[in-house]
Structure formats: structure tokens, C-alpha cells
């Protein structure tokens, strides 16, 4: 078994104020995973987060195989460098309750003002929560664009000056490792995190180009750019290490020598 999420933790959390749906799907998928995670013989785990959860489960053997950097982000031309005063900070992806940009990027802009600018890629259910509250707070210096292909996708992570990542203050998500985090490696930008547990730690030990805050914690991501003097820095042994080629064939022999 592959194991890229705890489908029972995230119910609990994401449906916390909704018992009616929380207590009956929490009951029903804990027992589908008990049956399945106790009859494995070899289960991968995604991000080693999860370790503490399946410790339950003694019989399978584990590995801690990671998400990685698909094909198309590596050898990525290098860009010419920005030369604006605005700094433009991107984000790419779902924009759902578990990301809760809602919760940071309206007032983060705020607070930031002019000098810096949002640009926030994808769709999601939060989407429409997110444009409702930068137009409560009258704020300009933020852009919600649709989502787009891979390679125009690459052009704008190339014109920019930070690669932004956020999830919501939920318990299960500090067991989580974001896939996103490989993605935005590849191109040696700093990297904006506002994540807790698990990923916070990923990111201490394998990254040096980023800002780490607790998440929804507005405050310290301001002040922690403010001061930032980083810069584009090459992450080359952290992409050699998680090019998710390396990664599945190393998965691929694993799998291979099960019996």
C-alpha cells in the first residue's frame, strides 16, 4: 500500500463542526482502514508524520518513500532576474478549506502593502471566500487567476520572488509533507511556508531559502519578510535527491523485493 494521506484524521478535522457527517464516515472508514492497514504486508508512507499513527499497525514492513519533483521542473532554464521594486509572491494550487488562504493572504497584503503583490493560481471551494474577504479589506495588491497549463505555469514561478505555501491549523495536517514544497524547490526561490509539525521540520533539515511561520499567523510572516534579505539560490542537491524518477525507481525495487 501507498499511503499519501489519513483519509479518517482529515474527516475528524476538516468535518470537526459537522457531527452528523464526521461520527458515521468516521466510523465506517475506520474500520475499511483498520481491515486493509492491518492486512498489508509492505506499507509506504508519503511523509514520515504519519509514522506515529500506523505504529498501531506492526505487521506490514514501511517505507518512507516522498513525493518529488516531476520531470518537467527540472533543467529549468534560469530566468533573467526581476528588476521591479514590487515583490511578487505566487501561490499555485487548490484553494480549499485545507489550504486556508482566506486566513492569511487578504491581511498579509494588507499589512504588506504596495510593495508587494499576491498572485494566487487555481480554483477550489474557498476561492469565492478568499475574493470576498480581499474585497472586504479593500486591498489591491492581490490577483486570483484561473488555473493554468504547466508551462505558463513555470513562467510564472520564474517572475517571481516568492513561491508561497500554506495549510490550515488543522491536527492532521502537521502530519502531512505537501507535495507542492518539491515543485516550488526546483526553481530556488525562497520559499514562503506557513506550515506546522512535520513539514516545518522536512523544511528545516533539507531547505536554507525560505520563511517559516505557524500557520494562520499573519503577523510573523509580515514581519519575517519585512527583515528577509535572501535571495534565488540554487537547491540542486535537494532536487537531485527528490526527482520523483529517483524516487519511484528506488519505490519500484522496494516493490519488487516483496515475497
Known amino acids: 500500500m501507498d499511503i499519501r494521506d489519513i483519509f479518517v484524521d482529515t474527516i475528524k478535522d476538516v468535518f470537526r463542526g459537522r457531527k452528523m457527517i464526521q461520527i458515521p ?17 509492505h506499507i509506504n508512507l508519503v511523509s514520515e508524520g504519519f509514522k506515529a499513527y500506523f505504529s498501531k499497525y506492526d505487521k506490514p514492513v514501511y517505507s518512507y518513500f516522498t513525493n518529488g519533483i ?19 509572491i505566487t501561490y499555485a494550487g487548490n484553494i480549499g478549506s485545507g489550504q486556508g488562504l482566506e486566513k492569511v493572504v487578504p491581511m498579509a497584503a494588507q499589512k504588506l502593502g504596495n510593495p508587494y503583490f499576491f498572485r494566487i493560481i ?59 514544497l518539491f515543485e516550488y524547490a526546483a526553481f530556488g526561490k525562497p520559499i514562503i511556508a506557513g506550515v506546522g509539525g512535520y513539514a516545518s521540520q522536512f523544511i528545516r533539515e533539507n531547505l536554507d531559502n525560505y520563511i517559516l511561520f505557524a500557520p494562520t499567523d499573519v503577523e510573523s510572516m509580515v514581519t519575517q519578510l519585512l527583515k528577509f534579505e535572501g535571495c534565488d539560490k540554487d537547491q540542486g542537491n535537494f532536487v537531485r535527491k527528490f526527482a520523483r524518477k529517483n524516487i519511484m525507481e528506488e519505490m519500484a525495487r522496494s516493490i519488487l523485493e516483496c515475497r
Open 25 to 41: 464516515a468516521g466510523i465506517c472508514f475506520k474500520w475499511i482502514e483498520r481491515y486493509t492497514f492491518s492486512k498489508a504486508k
Open 70 to 88: 516531476d520531470d518537467i521542473f527540472l533543467n529549468i532554464p534560469k530566468p533573467t532576474k526581476r528588476d521591479s521594486k514590487v515583490k511578487v
Open 122 to 180: 487555481g480554483d477550489g471551494g474557498i476561492k469565492k471566500l478568499l475574493k470576498d474577504k480581499v474585497e472586504e479589506l479593500g486591498v489591491h495588491n492581490v490577483e486570483l487567476l484561473d488555473p493554468v497549463s504547466r508551462d505558463k505555469l513555470i513562467e510564472y514561478y520564474n517572475d517571481s520572488d516568492f513561491l508561497f505555501l500554506h495549510l490550515n491549523d488543522l491536527e492532521a495536517f502537521k502530519k502531512v509533507l505537501p507535495s507542492k
